[in-house]
């Protein structure tokens, strides 16, 4: 595996690869086995695969953990050789977004809801990351987990409406044993939080449950599964909705393909998981 | 010469140029000799030429001339038979803004001055639809007219800032035999309108011949060329200005390279001008 720590050096490499595939995933480090899970199947898919790891200043809200965000470069980079990858590409802020940066980029409706509303600006930061990732690493395919759905759509937007010529794919959620969605933050739970998370997950799978059941009325699965929450007082719903899975609008009656997504916060770590049901 | 009319068409083409340099001339179509110009220099500096020809409406205001803007295919697509270019893209509205689109680039800084501040969103328009040209046509040089100084500087920026890899090539205004510089609004004149235009050009041109007497105050050669404009009464002046030919602020005292740059209306046609001086 070759580290590339140049943007310049990176594009060298891009301009040709011969005519083979590459496969790409972009992370912000703090590998696990979620982002391990997508390292493989591009690396099961082509030819070539380029790993990202930069923590995205422009994703971050003024008050949320861009400073405190895990970086453990060692370790990600041990781990991505064990994956067989072909370039890890790890750029500096300062060539990402040099002095003069004055471009941005806003996916509109898909960005309305969920994460979009309670994080102003965090989609915006994440198109425009993959904007510039896409156009400097010019991958076939790309690879994203579907436990960040909503970020997923509007990558997938952004790259249909702009005409990225990329290939996008969505890997299932990697969990814990006890249900806990894989996360770089789960490493910010305390012991007694981290036995409190599984929570989240069994809320959403109980209203998955409730639609698999027939029930349509998402106002009272929504309030039935907060109640699950409602258990352990230190946990803050920020929001738990079911929303069409193309629109991302939250539904009334449950009719098509649905999403139930929730964040909460575990004392001060934001968690976030979702299922995505066929009804 | 091959004319498409479909994205995929153009995407499938771009898909694999067999290695060759292909120069790209994005244009609103009308064409005249300042548009084959930037063709004739694309067909001197690459192997293969693509012209689109494309009336954006991201770019126009709602109370502009986007339905009037003059609609010529037939013509245009002989004249660029005539340079001799191999693919003329012109594709449907619908296919470039499907219903569902929902994708917005914004460059800051360049665009706070000049046609920026007197056409909002404008910027806007132009950056989106080059944006998804090149990702479409995948250039390996794009052409625009020094007439769009400021049209050009935000591209450049847009292409730097998200690591699109187009070298962007600007060159000269093209003017008639009395300085009026070619602009497809052009047919929009009068008669005695047509014989007014030419004051824009001889306007800049004072100011110009003032910077390069060595006068440094911008304010007074500004009212000085400004008051060359005042001799028509149909002539409004949208503005008349002396900006940094990097940042494109305004200057006040002249002391690096600048643009002169002008906006007016005669009657209801808006037209621009600029000439670039070198202190």
Do not use: W
């Not at 156009?135 to 759905?149: E, H, L, M, S």
Request: proline share 5%.
């Amino acid at each position: 595996m070759k580290t590339i720590n140049h943007v310049s050096e990176m594009i060298e490499i891009s301009k040709d690869y011969g005519g083979k595939s590459v496969g790409f995933v972009p992370t912000m480090g703090a590998l696990h086995a979620g982002h391990l899970s997508l390292v493989k199947e591009a690396r099961k898919q082509n030819d070539i695969v380029v790993v990202s790891v930069f923590v995205n200043p422009a994703q971050f809200g003024p008050r949320e953990d861009f400073s405190a965000y895990p970086r453990m470069i060692d370790k990600d980079q041990k781990l991505l050789e064990g994956e067989n990858v072909d370039y890890m590409f790890s750029p500096e802020t300062s060539e990402m977004y040099p002095k003069d940066f004055s471009t941005s980029i806003h996916v509109g409706n898909l960005t309305d809801y969920l994460c979009g509303y309670y994080r102003p600006g965090h989609f915006d930061g994440v198109v425009l990351v993959v904007n510039k990732l896409f156009n400097i690493v010019k991958p076939t395919r790309a690879y994203f987990g579907q436990k960040d759905a909503q970020q997923f759509r509007v990558l997938k937007s952004m790259v249909c409406d702009l005409n990225m010529n990329v290939e996008m794919i969505e890997m299932p959620i990697v969990r814990e044993a006890d249900g806990l969605a894989l996360s770089s933050r789960n490493m910010y739970l305390s012991p007694e939080e981290r036995k409190e998370a599984p929570i989240l997950h069994l809320a959403i799978k109980y209203a998955v449950d409730q639609i698999k059941l027939g029930r349509k009325d998402a106002y009272k699965i929504k309030r039935e599964a907060m109640n699950k929450l409602g258990i352990y007082p230190d946990i803050k719903i920020q929001y738990f909705e079911i929303v069409d899975e193309k629109t991302l609008v939250p539904v009334s009656k449950i009719t098509s393909k649905v999403i139930v997504a929730a964040a909460i916060f575990l004392g001060k770590t934001r968690l976030i998981d979702n299922e995505i049901v066929n009804v």
